[in-house]
């Protein structure tokens, strides 16, 4: 379905990144997308929610290839996957990304949830009849896989705790951190069914020790380093880590 005018923000967060979201849809299921562009190969980082088509939003370059990757597999992150050719996401989640079962996404949870979009998507449109169109991974992401993009490269970083497979995308170089949902500044959801508090801790433990310099998460705005080890150590303190 074509996107109603104004369905995606857009923010240009540097000459190679570019952030997009969904404004209309519940701050709960609001997540961030991101363009990261390379010499080679660009990535984009989530998909959101599904409901208006997100492909005709990002600009292709001809001839250069775009890796759609999904930090997990909740409905937020991946209700466009499958309008792209090329997925990769974690190998932990991978046998979900086929079927997009309700127990794995939380599809269910969207079309029960009140107030779930502010502006409706197209004339008629409910939410009650939201659905995840499935989207089979092409590359399966593990601890210490790394993307590259040519004239950069992301290390996949295991970081279980809201989910059991989310993953982060770390390049070393420059301390760019993308998140997902590990980490961000705004509600940090540890109490989903396929949540895990004591692997929440361990992620923290070593988001700290991360010589992170910049933290695009999946939702809210980017933080520094300083800022997200912050939160990290005030989880930590929170749940006896």
């Known amino acids: 379905m074509k996107p109603r005018p104004g369905w995606f923000s857009r923010t240009i967060v540097d000459a190679t990144t570019t952030m997009l979201s969904e404004p209309f849809v519940t701050d709960y299921c609001r ?20 409901i208006c088509a997100l492909a005709p939003e990002i600009d292709i370059t001809p001839g250069k290839p775009l890796l759609a ?3 997990h597999v909740h409905l937020d992150h991946v209700g466009s996957l499958h309008e792209f050719a090329w997925r990769a ?12 079962p309700d127990e794995a996404t939380y599809a269910n949870m969207f079309r029960n949830f009140p107030g779930a979009v502010s502006e409706l998507p197209w004339p008629g449109w409910s939410s009650a009849d939201y659905a995840i169109v499935p989207a089979p991974l092409d590359r399966l992401l593990e601890e210490g896989d790394v993307i590259e993009l ?19 995308l770390f390049d070393c170089h420059d301390g760019t951190l993308f998140s997902g949902d590990a980490i961000h500044c705004g509600l940090l959801v540890d109490d989903m069914p396929d949540s895990d508090r004591t692997a929440y801790c361990a992620t923290m433990r070593r988001l700290i020790d991360l010589p992170v310099s910049i933290a695009h998460g999946g939702h809210a705005d980017s ?9 990290a150590m005030e989880y930590l303190r929170r749940n006896g880590g």
């Open 223 to 231: 933080i520094d380093g300083t800022r997200m080890r912050k939160i």
């Open 89 to 100: 996401g974690p190998r932990v989640e991978a046998e979900f990304f086929a079927t997009m």
């Open 31 to 50: 997540a961030n997308m991101w363009l990261v562009r390379g010499r080679d190969l660009d990535m984009l980082v989530d998909t959101g929610m599904g």
């Open 69 to 71: 990757v999904a930090t």
């Open 150 to 168: 040519g004239d950069r490269s992301f290390t996949v970083l295991h970081l279980p705790g809201h989910s059991p497979g989310s993953i982060g």
